[in-house]
């Protein structure tokens, strides 16, 4: 863990009012909505998305999902079938992907969305409504890829690949190349960096560090400390993503859910591998 002096930054002027607010609220009282993305291939100017898992979290609880695979309009290449699972024959029985990505945005509405190696998920998610004619909301944007080298100290993992931290921190879900699956682990994580913060007395985003320049855009480059982080982890540049995994693609039918629409539901029960301290969880028991 490195020092709480460390940590404490100042989050820059200029933000989005929407960063600015995010970053300076205690970790208790924020909604996160964590989002991976399942794809047909690298780049959302020559691939598209077959599926979006997420979670929602508030107060180191998981308190809904939500799941839905996506028809692509085209064929799935084979590798990426191998790896995922996700067939052609899954795909074709899916809504298209505008129906399947307005119900995520009304899932993710005013939360801190939040990916692991979040310029590829959120990269994907904008190209989409840019596609489908939807208006992106801006969220603030959290990539647990920076929070986990701002908040690691050097060698405690060998990289900051999604598998890693997952069994560093003794994830519940282990990720496998599909989206819910991938988006609980992610969530694990989270929660597991954020319960190292509070306990080391951290309490906000912009305590973190997250506040620095080039941090959470994902449209933007990491900041020096984050590329000095990430030689330090042992990430590589070339044939991975920036979090140092292998990632050629990311990594049934929409999930019907009583109550809350398609691919939405309520899971109050699932904790994640390491809670907030109580007083992190005020008023979201």
């Known amino acids: 863990m490195k020092?709480?002096?460390?940590?404490?930054?100042?989050?820059?002027?200029?933000?989005?009012?929407?960063?600015?607010?995010?970053?300076?609220?205690?970790?208790?009282?924020?909604?996160?909505?964590?989002?991976?993305?399942?794809?047909?291939?690298?780049?959302?100017?020559?691939?598209?998305?077959?599926?979006?898992?997420?979670?929602?979290?508030?107060?180191?609880?998981?308190?809904?999902?939500?799941?839905?695979?996506?028809?692509?309009g085209s064929a799935i290449p084979a590798p990426v079938t191998e790896l995922t699972g996700i067939s052609d024959a899954m795909a074709a029985a899916a809504p298209p992907l505008a129906g399947v990505l307005a119900r995520f945005l009304g899932f993710s509405r005013g939360c801190v969305l939040t990916a692991h190696n979040a310029p590829f998920d959120i990269g994907f998610l904008t190209a989409a409504c840019k596609s489908c004619d939807l208006p992106w909301p801006k969220f603030a944007v959290l990539d647990t890829v920076e929070l986990a080298r701002l908040v690691l100290a050097e060698g405690e993992v060998a990289d900051c690949k999604l598998a890693t931290l997952a069994d560093f921190f003794g994830a519940g879900t282990a990720p496998r190349h599909r989206a819910l699956a991938d988006a609980l682990a992610t969530a694990d994580v989270l929660t597991s960096l954020l319960a190292r913060l509070s306990t080391a007395g951290v309490r906000t985003l912009a305590e973190a560090g997250c506040g620095q320049a080039g941090y959470g855009q994902a449209d933007r480059r990491p900041a020096r400390d984050g590329q000095r982080a990430r030689h330090q982890a042992g990430a590589t540049q070339g044939g991975q993503d920036a979090a140092g995994a292998s990632r050629p693609v990311l990594d049934g039918p929409v999930q019907e859910h009583a109550g809350r629409g398609p691919g939405v539901q309520e899971h109050p029960g699932h904790e994640p591998a390491h809670p907030w301290p109580a007083q992190e969880q005020a008023g979201h028991g």
């Open 3 to 72: 020092s709480v002096r460390a940590l404490r930054r100042r989050a820059p002027a200029g933000r989005s009012w929407r960063w600015r607010r995010a970053l300076g609220r205690p970790f208790g009282e924020i909604d996160f909505v964590i989002v991976d993305v399942e794809t047909t291939g690298w780049s959302p100017e020559d691939a598209v998305i077959t599926e979006i898992g997420a979670v929602r979290v508030s107060g180191g609880l998981v308190r809904a999902q939500f799941s839905a695979l996506v028809n692509p």
